[in-house]
């Protein structure tokens, strides 16, 4: 936000006010007077000026009462000593002739349009007190045809009065280009495409565009801009990490629809398919509405006590009989802080346990890790807005256009500036790689080769920053002799990518004045995950890209609550606040607050936990909100570990795959029906606001923890977000300054000191661990590749879409299944060919694990003997193909490389395999 | 205009440009194909919808031109003429309906009668010849009188290649700031119809910092009666190029860009053929003539909208964006052509920068009034015993011109509209008052414009005078402001119910809609058309009358 000068002063309407540089008429005279002054309808919050309405003309003279000049205040810079007059006889004359001359091509039936009561048009031509219009009678548009034709978005352009927002937001907000004008003139009009219907167009559903119209020409389903909703609640995305805030309407307990505000510093309202029109799981018919114990193999629904009961006795007893350690967890990354924080409390202070373990260990355990190796932290060090201030951002294995779809949008937007350095390292050519200055398309199991490639390049270059280096790091030298040991032509076939183009990148990546990396699970979920996760940091450090605006290692967290699970201590070897559990002075604080003695040797990870239970040592498991049987790699393993154990507890949403196999199931609540906070990859803590009451019996899950929690004779009040941040503030040294209160509309980016203050950049003086530390890794081939390279000739890699959230239980419930139908499987053209497959065969993809099923698409999009698909619809499963490997430091899964061969489908496995 | 778009279109620099391939991809049909847009929309990483709309903006890229083998000339100049009547006939026995277009303003008001057929202009009788024409047995030649008032600075005899190697020798000798400061002593403003000092914008975008910078020859000649860039084009080319490197190497900048308009083939044509010139003399290209300057021209060649005269949208035509007007600040010279500085100036102000260099700034500006220098090049169209482009020296009485020059009317004439469809409309009776420059023009409540001078013949009802403006208007608004897009379309249709007799225009309403046109609209199209209409009113208020009621 830029500050007042001294010397910069204006007048309007005859009062004289400082002016901020840069600021336009408009800007000026709202943020002194806010929006009455000046009608607009073309200008919008998240859109640059435009200068189409001429509503918000205003006049201008240099001096008090010399001549004026008649001025667009929306795009007109403010200018020392302008007099600016916003409603003379003159200005209002004319405002009013406008919106007449628009309502010669506009329906008057505002009475029975959808944003009536709601609609700019309807508001300013009110405003500038239409009565009548007196044109005769000519050419208009009212016959246009509406668009029904997309599960979400609605057109009628005879609504339309050509202001292009909507053009404008899919461009420079979305950055899609589906909506042009078209045409000249009168005849101007909003085209999707080719001027086709939404439904045939390369729309991404992302809602920007009815958002922004100013009447009802764009809408969507949901009706989102009608003015029905009893209640408003701001909330928080239950999707992906961006953790976008949300404008829930909703009607007699019932959701209407959702917007996204523009005061978010988030998202500035925008927000993507899921975010904004997948809700309607939430009241699907397959909710689950009553607790379910499994009798004879048939779910039979329970009260509450009973469920309670039949864990409560079976945890004690097995408590007693095989010890703590025999029973275990897996908390919820979909959950709330507080709710991560009661299920890691419930093992730790209640069974006494460490075997607690949540999703980050699937996604971004290595990142933790190797973030904390290298700085001390396993944290994102910035914030999306430096995007703002950087020059380079640096990609790697991540596709953020669909994973993470806003920030995604402002990595293309910032990639598409001719100015701007982007480096993508994807063996996948995904959208941003398109646009992307450097797209180096590795194989899938390389990101350690070429990364020692990029810093063997600056550090031969010279271009290493000398003095960041020698002020904040340590082991630089030996670091730089292994470095330098590197042997590039090796490096340069492993991977796949042409040496000369690596070094490009290295060096704008080095020369870049501030450079910025962002990284997802295309380098996590590997075996050799939390070196690249090392690398990454190696490379920030080397260049001095650290502990500034617009520098850092951003990973790009996947679940709206991955951040939040580490952070409240649900890990193995980590308590909440990341402190070590096997370290006495630790254990003493925790004793001392739980009350309890806890224990202080590392519990199971979760491959251990299915090992463990595989081996007999494990009797009873309890999974809130995770679907592990269609998530973690190796299916038919995973199912064998759960029909080992004696007890197993799930809690859930849906009879999910996991959840079938339960012995009891706990009804919880969405995000939707309660209150909490998340915390986002930019380690954001946001407030949770429940908008409907649970449905049917279910709870909220942090309730049904406490209640297990009481139930087993720890006392442990109800559940409150108040009440629950008290706590936690108490025990998370970088939560002390939070609370419910204090979080406000946008949050707080840990460590919150204990006046509130928070701390949108981590390292800036120096690192949490003192000095950075350098660590070198050398690359090592997947075992998955050397032990069955030579059979299984292809390499799978796994990812994900825009309109599906992993294991797609939420999404598959709503439209968006209507949108994106089904997994498929990219193939090389000339692979496709070799193997007699076209588009849209079934491709049978066999690992040595399983076989599965999947559509072909041909695409150039992955190299030869590259393959890739996604995990989102359990009539696949293809996790029945990966494999066991995992990060040798973090047991990430390497969902990332999976040796298989594939032929064209004979159709035995055209349905789903799943035994 | 978008941002992104400006971007995405420069990804391929300029020797592969969007535009073009649209222009390229039309070449067959009259308009591009649904999978030429979309293998362009890929190709330039943009949205199938960003090429359609663009393309469809059009009137030789839409898909309405498919099929179109002909068109007649509709500008002002050949409908006061009352020919084109007669041009359609004659068409009509060898072409079907369908086939037949129009274009505005072929540039050929000294003949006018004018039509277009494959790549050529015709004019004047040719219309008596259709089919030798499609015999291609017809040249389609023009001739048209040259003469001056004063110094001839650019009609003067060509020194062709000759000429612009002095030029670049000098300014390369005597370095960027002597160029740059005899042309801010010549005082010379632009000649496109806005008068903004040419020194003024070169070293704006001289002390922009940018690695990538644009001279912009804005040759799309689109107002009604001018022909003067179209001589300049076709006979002088060489002192258009000249005049745009001396501007490149003032400024830094490496590229040159000619934005012609489709109307002129021929103009294409000569331009090109001087361009490659010049090349082969190796003025063109990397450390010209051993200095460290370094130039490259192109042509673009544009695809019919009036609009894109306008220099914002002018740029955006040659991104490939849809030619709207954009907003400003930021202005060219900050970020023009794909967000980079550019100067984009008029053939003529261009061509004049030779004499500046070569006389001094010094001399220039002892010509002409104290706040018009020079000389201006002025259109007569086929009114006049002696039609042609004339030079005279700024601030010469109007009548000398019209009379010593033009030789007088063949005919009664009741009015003249100088300087394009937005320029003003003057009585006959005013003519006397007026001297060329834009000083008197403007105190007497008319606009000097390009100086294009087409007459209204005695006869020709003031009404339909008017309603063939707004027709022109209304069909040129790009539709970006609402005022434009909306008040011209409206004003036509008044206009053309009074004129066909169906109603008469309230007048109150009209003046509202006049006002609102001219202060509420983005650009000089909407804000400027009020201004023939305004003049009509008070000149022709008695004749306009029974059109109007209070």
Sequence with gaps: ?915 | MSKNLSELSFRKGMEENLFESMGIAARKEGSPGKDDLDRLAQEFLIGKSSVYGAASFYDFLKEENKGKQVYVCNGTACVCAGKQGQVQAALHHHFRAEQIGHMTCLGRCHENAAFHYRGKNYSGSAFEHVEAIMRKEDPGHDSYHVGQLGPALLTVPSSGLDGVHSVLQSALKQGRDWALGEIKTAQIRGRGGAGFPMGFKLESCQQAKSEVKFIVCNADEGDPGAYSDRYLLEQQAHLVLAGMMVAGFITGAEWGILYIRAEYPEAVIQVQSAIDEIRKAGYLGKQILGSNFSFDLKIIQAQGAYICGEETALISSIEGQRPEVRTRPPFPTQAGLFNKPTVVNNVETLAAIPAILGLGGAYYASLGTEKSKGTKLVSLDSFFRKPGIYEVEMGTPLAQVLEDLGGGFKEAVKALQIGGPLGGLVPVSKIRDLTLDYESFSQQGFLLGHASVVCIPREFPMIDFLEHLMDFAQYESCGKCFPCRLGTKRGHEMLKAAKEGQATIARELFDDLLDTLQQGSLCAHGGGIPLPVRNALQYFSEELKPYFHS
């Design chain 1, 1 to 915: 936000m830029s500050t007042t000068q001294p010397g910069l002063f204006a007048s309007f309407n005859g009062k004289t006010h400082a002016f901020l540089p840069g600021e336009t008429i408009l800007q000026f005279v709202r943020r002194i007077e806010g929006d009455n002054l000046i009608p607009t309808l073309c200008d919008a919050p998240n859109l640059d000026p435009f200068g189409s309405c001429r509503v918000c003309s205003v006049e201008v003279g240099l001096s008090a009462d010399g001549p004026r000049k008649t001025m667009a205040s929306c795009h007109t810079p403010v200018a020392n000593g302008y007099h600016i007059h916003t409603s003379t006889p003159a200005i209002q004359k004319l405002r009013k002739n406008i919106i007449e001359l628009v309502l010669t091509d506009h329906p008057l039936e505002c009475l029975t349009c959808e944003v009536n009561g709601n609609c700019e048009l309807q508001t300013v031509a009110a405003k500038v007190g239409i009565r009548e219009v007196r044109y005769p009678a000519g050419e208009d548009h009212l016959d246009r045809t509406k668009d029904l034709s997309h599960p979400y978005m609605r057109s009628d352009f005879s609504k339309c009065i050509n202001c292009y927002r909507c053009v404008r937001a899919c461009d420079e907000v979305q950055g899609q280009f589906v909506l042009s004008m078209a045409g000249r003139g009168f005849d101007s009009h909003i085209v999707k495409d080719q001027n086709v219907s939404f439904n045939e167009s390369d729309c991404v559903s992302c809602g920007a565009c009815a958002q922004a119209c100013p009447t009802a020409a764009i809408s969507d389903v949901f009706q989102s801009k009608a003015n029905n909703a009893e209640a408003i609640t701001r909330t928080i995305c239950n999707y992906c990490g961006v953790g976008c805030n949300l404008e829930v309407s909703s009607t007699n307990g019932e959701i209407l629809s959702i917007q996204a505000p523009f005061d978010a510093e988030v998202n500035q309202g925008h927000t993507c398919l899921k975010g904004r029109f997948a809700f309607q799981f939430y009241k699907h018919p397959d909710r689950i509405t009553d607790p379910l114990i499994k009798r004879n193999g048939v779910f039979e629904k329970a009260t509450w006590d009973e469920a309670y009961d039949y864990i409560a006795v079976r945890f004690q007893s097995y408590i007693k009989d095989f010890g703590p350690d025999s029973i275990a967890g897996i908390s919820s990354a979909r959950c709330t802080n507080e709710e991560n924080y009661l299920m890691q409390k419930f093992f730790r202070a209640v069974v006494r346990t460490n075997n607690i373990d949540g999703c980050a260990r699937v996604c971004h355990s290595p990142t933790a890790l190797g973030m904390q190796r290298t700085f001390g932290t396993g944290a994102a060090t910035n914030s999306i807005e430096d995007l703002k201030h950087t020059n380079c951002i640096l990609v790697i294995g991540a596709n953020p256009t669909a994973g993470h779809p806003v920030t995604g949008a402002k990595l293309k937007q910032f990639a598409m500036k001719s100015g701007n350095v982007s480096i993508v390292i994807d063996p996948r050519r995904t959208d941003l790689a398109k646009y992307a200055t450097y797209h180096l398309p590795i194989r899938p199991g390389t990101n350690v080769a070429v990364l020692n490639m990029m810093l063997y390049y600056i550090i031969a270059e010279n271009l290493a920053d000398q003095h960041f280096i020698e002020s904040r790091t340590d082991g630089f030298e030996d670091f730089k002799q292994h470095v330098l040991n590197v042997d590039i032509a090796q490096m340069e076939a492993v991977c796949g990518v042409d040496r000369e183009l690596v070094r490009q990148a290295a060096m704008a990546y080095a020369k870049a004045p501030n450079a910025m990396s962002f990284h997802g699970l295309g380098v996590t979920e590997h075996s050799q995950g939390t070196f690249t996760v090392v690398q990454i940091a190696d490379l920030a450090m080397l260049t001095g890209n650290i502990g500034r605006k617009g520098v850092g290692v951003n990973p790009l967290r996947g679940q709206n609550n991955v951040q939040g699970l580490a952070d409240m201590g649900v890990q193995p070897h980590q308590g909440a606040g990341y402190l070590d559990v096997t370290n006495d002075d630790v254990n003493r604080i925790y004793n001392e607050f739980y009350g309890v003695e806890v224990p202080k040797h590392i519990g199971y990870k979760i491959p251990e936990m299915f090992n463990a239970a595989i081996e007999g040592k494990l009797k009873a498991m309890w999974i809130m909100g995770e679907d592990v049987v269609q998530t973690d790699p190796n299916t038919n393993k995973v199912k064998k570990a759960l029909n080992n154990l004696d007890l197993f507890v799930v809690q859930e949403l849906f009879m999910t795959e996991t959840a079938k196999l339960a012995d009891v199931i706990l009804p919880g609540a969405s995000f939707l029906e309660k209150s909490g906070t998340f915390t986002n990859g930019e380690r954001r803590i946001q407030r949770v606001n429940k908008v409907v009451d649970p449905i049917g019996n279910s709870k909220p899950d942090g309730q049904i923890v406490i209640d297990l929690m009481n139930r087993m004779g720890y006392p442990q009040p109800d559940y409150t977000p108040e009440g629950m941040l008290a706590e936690i503030s108490q025990i998370v040294p970088f939560f002390a300054g939070v609370t419910w209160e204090n979080l406000g509309i946008n949050g707080k980016q840990w460590p919150v000191n204990p006046d509130g203050t928070d701390t949108k950049i981590l390292h800036e003086e120096s690192f949490k661990k003192g000095k950075g530390h350098f660590l070198f890794h050398p690359f090592k081939e997947s075992n998955e590749i050397v032990k069955h390279g030579k059979e299984y000739p292809f390499i799978l890699t796994t990812n994900r879409d825009l309109e599906h959230y992993n294991s797609g239980v939420q999404t598959r419930r709503t439209a968006n299944v209507e949108i994106n139908t089904e997994d498929l499987l990219w193939i090389h053209p000339e692979d496709a060919a070799e193997h007699g497959i076209r588009d849209g065969d079934k491709v049978c993809v066999e690992s040595p694990r399983g076989k599965v099923d999947i559509r072909a698409w041909v695409t150039d999009g992955v190299k030869r003997g590259v393959l890739s698909t996604t995990f989102h619809f359990p009539e696949i499963m293809v996790n029945l193909v990966t494999s066991d490997e995992h990060c040798s430091e973090s047991m990430c899964p390497e969902y990332k490389v999976v040796a298989v061969r594939i032929r064209k489908s004979k159709g035995q496995f055209a349905e789903r395999s799943l035994v």
